[in-house]
C-alpha cells in the first residue's frame, strides 16, 4: 500500500466516509478526545493506543501548520496513519 492509497483510505467520522487525507485538524482531535474517553477503562481500554495515535496526528498537524492531513508530508501521514489503525491490520 503505497502513500496516496493510504490518503485515499476511507474513514469513518461524524456518521460517513471520507478518505483520510481530507480530516481536519479539528476532525482529528475531535477523533482523538472520542477514542480517549472510550478508551479509559474496560473492555476498550485496548483503544487506548489507537486515542494516542490520533492525538500526536493532530499535534503534528498543528506543529506543521496543515489544515488537512492529505497536507502532511505523505511519508509522516501513513507513519501516522498505521499507529491510528486507519490502514486495515490486514494490509500491513
Known amino acids: 500500500m503505497?502513500?496516496?492509497?493510504?490518503?485515499?483510505?476511507?474513514?469513518?467520522?461524524?456518521?460517513?466516509?471520507?478518505?483520510?487525507?481530507?480530516?481536519?485538524?479539528?476532525?482529528?482531535?475531535?477523533?482523538a478526545a472520542e477514542l480517549s474517553a472510550a478508551g479509559r477503562a474496560g473492555p476498550l481500554a485496548r483503544v487506548a493506543g489507537v486515542a494516542r495515535a490520533w492525538g500526536e496526528l493532530g499535534r503534528t498537524m498543528a506543529a506543521a501548520g496543515v489544515g488537512t492531513v492529505g497536507e502532511l508530508d505523505p511519508d509522516i501521514a501513513v507513519e501516522l496513519a498505521r499507529q491510528a489503525w486507519v490502514i486495515p491490520r490486514a494490509l500491513l
Open 2 to 31: 503505497n502513500a496516496a492509497d493510504v490518503l485515499r483510505q476511507p474513514v469513518f467520522a461524524n456518521g460517513r466516509y471520507k478518505p483520510f487525507s481530507e480530516f481536519t485538524l479539528e476532525e482529528v482531535r475531535a477523533r
